[in-house]
């Protein structure tokens, strides 16, 4: 799967694992930012790897605020 910021691999940057979503709504959680991702492998928020890019949901928050 490909980062949706920087269109590198997206690659865990706890862990470096491939983040591939296991099931359907794993991957359309992808789509929705003000979700929050973790990382299936370590649990972790997701991060990636190349552009360091937090799948946390934060720039929806501070727009809010």
Do not use: F
């Amino acid at each position: 799967m490909k980062c949706i910021y920087c269109n590198n691999p997206l690659v865990c940057e706890s862990c470096s694992v491939d983040y591939e979503p296991r099931t359907p709504e794993e991957y359309e959680t992808m789509a929705r930012a003000e979700v929050p991702v973790d990382c299936p492998e370590c649990e972790s928020r997701l991060v990636c790897h190349w552009c360091k890019t937090p799948y946390d949901a934060a720039e929806i928050e501070e727009g809010l605020a």
